[in-house]
């Protein structure tokens, strides 16, 4: 079955750098990729899309690239701030071609230290 | 535009009781998932609804389990005879249309807790 991969440990990261999230997938090939971000108590929330022929997408402050060569994205948030610390999830498109939910992976944990 | 809403936001129920979720997917959505996200763990997917019709529950407990997204009113999430083990939050979650292309707008979650 398909597997996701995500940092379980903690990123601490100083406020204004560049904040560099992995995620690795195996036994798959998603056409779709999306990023959401959690914030304790909360529902997660969607932040990016990429698809399978992109090869970068942004939005403001991110940036995903998508390597299906490598089955990895990486998520990247430029001139971080304390108010970006939070859970992000990525999520792949599940093996039913869309009739069916989102596959999630744990998720990394975000602390952006003032 | 009211996003997705779910209640109760949080529920305790007994050992053998019933657990009714509800989810008000956003205006002009009708699709509706269901998630579970146990602690540590990441999002689940359990069931993918449309209006009066389940599509796909393959991530669903075959026993005890139902959902249900009717004509009018909500979607329900239904767990009989609840064990500890059912102690997780449960998210719901719209999109406008189908398929991964598009982003799915999360509801806060039904926290149960099981005693």
């Known amino acids: 079955s398909q597997k996701i991969e995500q940092n379980s440990e903690a990123l601490n990261i100083q406020e204004g750098k560049t904040a560099t999230l992995t995620c690795n997938y195996t036994n798959y090939s998603p056409a779709y990729l999306q990023w959401y971000r959690q914030d304790p108590g909360r529902g997660p929330v969607f932040l990016l899309l990429i698809r399978e022929n992109e090869k970068e997408k942004r939005k403001e402050r991110l940036k995903v690239t998508f390597d299906t060569t490598l089955k990895q994205s990486l998520f990247h948030i430029t001139a971080s701030q304390p108010a970006d610390s939070a859970t992000y999830l990525c999520?792949?498109?599940?093996?039913?071609?869309?009739?069916?939910?989102?596959?999630f992976g744990k998720g990394t944990h975000l602390i952006i230290q003032p | 535009n009211a996003g997705v809403m779910q209640n109760p936001r949080h529920l305790v129920r007994r050992r053998g009781q019933e657990a009714r979720l509800r989810c008000s997917p956003m205006?002009?959505?009708?699709?509706v998932y269901w998630y579970r996200q146990l602690p540590e763990e990441g999002l689940k997917f359990m069931v993918y609804?449309?209006?009066?019709?389940?599509?796909?529950e393959s991530g669903m407990p075959k026993e005890r389990f139902s959902a249900e997204f009717p004509k009018e009113g909500p979607s329900i999430l239904r767990i009989q005879q609840v064990v500890r083990g059912d102690s997780a939050a449960y998210f719901c979650a719209s999109s406008p249309r189908a398929g991964a292309t598009y982003e799915q707008y999360f509801g806060p979650g039904t926290r149960l807790t099981v005693t």
């Open positions: 205006k002009g959505h009708s699709h």
């Open positions: 609804l449309q209006k009066e019709n389940i599509i796909d």
């Open positions: 999520a792949l498109d599940g093996p039913h071609g869309g009739a069916d939910g989102l596959t």
